[in-house]
């Protein structure tokens, strides 16, 4: 099979393989984008595999950065693009379920192809768009199998976090597993604690970002590697429950939060999760107040919901209106009206009162706690409308 229309990345790529080429070696286009090219997908990084040495690449560059050197890669930096260049190369020995223990570099393209995840993954393109299918791929990409290359149970050994890129492809690609890739994920979801958190983390968010999201979900939850994360084990009831939310999370603070709400999580419990998670400071900041927001947009009046709207801020209620229309908690137009309420508001941050600390201690108020608690209660008073924001109103009110 031939691919006529080359997409713009490959037609920039294809200098660059021809000039591998006319010194003798073997170059191809590899990975996720000749698999996106084929589904018709936005293609992003251009990956090339070579049978060149990392030496070899670099006497025939001008501009090369040792990326990777250890692992083979080599990116050419061509017209401003940069391209990574990988040596062919096999993965000797995996002790660990991680890692392998060395790479070793070979002429081979085969035995590069052999050592992919999965044979959707595992197909090559050649300059002028020839597509190298050495595992099937081709028809496991039309069938939309994810299957993995060779025998599933010793490439999940080899590697356990293939086992949540699986998943993570699924619900990208929309595709299913292979009966026998499915088979082995059960059989080794355990292996996934021995994984760096930091990198399920990667995998899960983008599973849950994905527009097929609910089938990667299922499968997480069906092959139970989701009894291997922290937070979620035990939780395969609640985890089943999300499936039925409908749309998609727009960002990992609403992923987070879409499970908080069916796990019915406190805030702490939440703050508690995501640090297992490795979470980062700011998703974590985002997610609690969103799900702080959530429950009192169902609990409060309108009226006591301009303090909790103030507080939470725009971006909590943008995540929370979100995730409980998802859930089917709240309907759009309650969501656009909480909006205008927000827009509503006579302030935005304590920056927006007319009056500010300096004002109040010329007003003869003493710096310390009380000053703190007496702008406070002045911001609430505006909010609920009781007072207008003016100084002199301010002042009034505080006596002064
Ligand atoms: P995307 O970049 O869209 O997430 P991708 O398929 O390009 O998807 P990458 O993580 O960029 O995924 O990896 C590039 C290629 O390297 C893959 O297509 C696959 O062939 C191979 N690969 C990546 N990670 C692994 C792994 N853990 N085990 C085996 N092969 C892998
Ligand atoms: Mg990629």
């Not at 006579?346 to 007496?374: E, F, H, I, T, Y």
Request: with cysteine; charged share 20%; hydrophobic share 45%.
């Amino acid at each position: 099979m031939r691919l006529v229309e080359l997409a713009p990345d490959f037609v920039a790529g294809k200098p660059l393989l021809q000039t591998i080429e006319a010194a003798g070696f073997e170059a191809y286009f590899v990975g996720g984008a000749v698999r996106d090219a084929l589904l018709k997908r936005p293609i992003h990084d251009v990956d090339i595999a070579t049978s060149a040495y990392p030496a070899e690449v670099k006497a025939l560059f001008k501009k090369t950065v040792d990326t990777g050197i250890k692992h083979g890669t080599v990116t050419v930096l061509d017209h401003g693009a940069g391209y990574e260049v990988t040596t062919f190369r096999t993965e000797s020995t995996y002790q660990d379920f991680r890692r392998p223990d060395s790479v070793t570099f070979v002429r081979s393209l085969k035995e590069d192809l052999k050592r992919r995840d999965f044979t959707v993954n595992a197909l090559a393109m050649t300059a002028d768009g020839q597509i190298i299918d050495l595992f099937d791929g081709l028809a496991d990409l039309k069938a939309k199998r994810l299957k993995a290359v060779g025998d599933a149970h010793e490439r999940f050994h080899e590697d356990a976090l293939r086992m949540m890129r699986a998943v993570r492809f699924e619900a990208q690609l929309n595709f299913k597993l292979a009966p026998k890739t499915r088979a082995a994920i059960q059989e080794n979801h355990r292996l996934l604690t021995k994984i760096a958190m930091e990198r399920i983390h990667s995998e899960f968010i983008k599973m849950m970002l994905s527009p097929h999201w609910a089938v990667g979900l299922a499968d997480f939850i069906s092959t139970q590697l989701y009894a291997a994360t922290p937070g979620l084990a035990h939780q395969q009831q609640a985890l089943t429950a999300i499936l039925k939310a409908t749309g998609v999370c727009v960002n990992e603070a609403q992923v987070w939060l879409l499970l908080a709400w069916q796990m019915q999580w406190t805030p702490d419990q939440l703050q508690q999760v995501l640090k297992a998670w490795k979470s980062a400071n700011d998703v974590i900041t985002a997610s609690t107040t969103a799900l702080t927001l959530g429950r009192q947009l169902l609990a409060l009046s309108d009226q006591a919901l301009n303090w909790a709207l103030y507080q939470a801020g725009a971006l909590a209620l943008a995540d929370a209106g979100h995730v409980l229309q998802m859930v089917g908690q709240i309907q759009p137009a309650r969501v656009q009206a909480l909006q205008q309420q927000y827009a509503a508001l006579p302030l935005k941050s304590p920056q927006d009162l007319a009056v500010n600390g300096r004002d109040l201690m010329a007003a003869g108020v003493k710096p310390g706690p009380v000053l703190g608690q007496q702008l406070q209660h002045l911001q609430k008073q505006v909010l609920a409308g009781t007072i207008a924001n003016e100084p002199q109103a301010l002042l009034a009110a505080l006596g002064k």
